[in-house]
């Protein structure tokens, strides 16, 4: 099983659609996560960091199953400017330094 | 806004040369990171430096990598003798602390090719 699972899409949605994201982990020890967006050939950034309880931030809402070994992001009226792939990352086992990311779903979204 | 940035943005080398690839971190951020991505796949973990020390490597980082803080900013990552599987992009990131070890700051990233 892969450390960290996401459906690579794409998701193809119209400006104003809600979409939502899901990604796996495997590691049931794993303590932190995150979501990072990553526009074509550049570098990763921190879109938001996951919490226990779950958090919002404008349009973004992302959720955390410890039980089910799940995290989502939920985005709200889309925008053009969303168009990029969002990465699922997750603390490595051993260490708070390592963090371990997903291939990334990536988001297309039209006028 | 502070930055990461790196140089070069784009090297080609002969496979056996050795290459250097320069980063300089935020300027207060304690934490230091060399991450790589190949073309078309995720980002992998290399290896993480605090304190003048190496704090973690992945299997990637193997004696061929090296890292070294030669002052007080820049941060580089040493490839001794490329192979054409280190072609890939290879971020800097650097983070103030470890309470949200995950929010990172990456650099713009440097692609290198290795013919």
């Known amino acids: 099983r892969k450390e960290v699972e996401q459906d690579p899409g794409p998701f193809n949605v119209p400006e104003g659609a809600t979409v939502a994201f899901n990604c796996t982990y495997s590691?049931?020890?794993?303590?932190?996560f995150f979501w990072y967006r990553q526009d074509c050939r550049k570098e990763p950034k921190l879109l938001m960091s996951v919490y226990s309880s779950g958090n919002e931030d404008g349009r973004f809402t992302a959720q955390l199953n410890r039980a089910s070994q799940y995290i989502s992001l939920l985005i709200r009226d889309s925008k053009l400017s969303d168009s990029a792939t969002y990465l699922c990352?997750?603390?490595?086992?051993?260490?708070?330094?390592?963090?371990?990311f997903g291939s990334g779903t990536r988001l297309l979204v039209r006028p | 806004e502070p930055e990461v940035t790196q140089t070069p943005s784009h090297q080609v080398t002969q496979m056996g040369q050795e290459v250097i690839l320069r980063c300089v971190p935020i300027?207060?951020?304690?934490?230091f990171y060399w991450y790589r991505q190949i073309l078309g796949q995720k980002v992998e973990f290399l290896v993480s430096f605090y304190n003048n020390e190496i704090s973690e490597k992945s299997e990637i980082f193997d004696d061929q990598f090296s890292v070294e803080r030669p002052d007080g900013s820049n941060f580089t990552l040493k490839i001794r003798s490329t192979k054409l599987e280190d072609s890939a992009m290879y971020f800097c990131?650097?983070?103030?602390?470890?309470?949200?070890?995950?929010?990172?700051?990456f650099g713009e990233g440097s692609r290198l090719t290795v013919l």
């Open positions: 990131a650097s983070s103030a602390g470890q309470i949200i070890p995950g929010e990172l700051f």
């Open positions: 590691n049931s020890a794993s303590q932190s």
């Open positions: 300027s207060n951020h304690l934490y």
């Open positions: 990352v997750v603390n490595g086992e051993d260490s708070s330094y390592k963090l371990i």
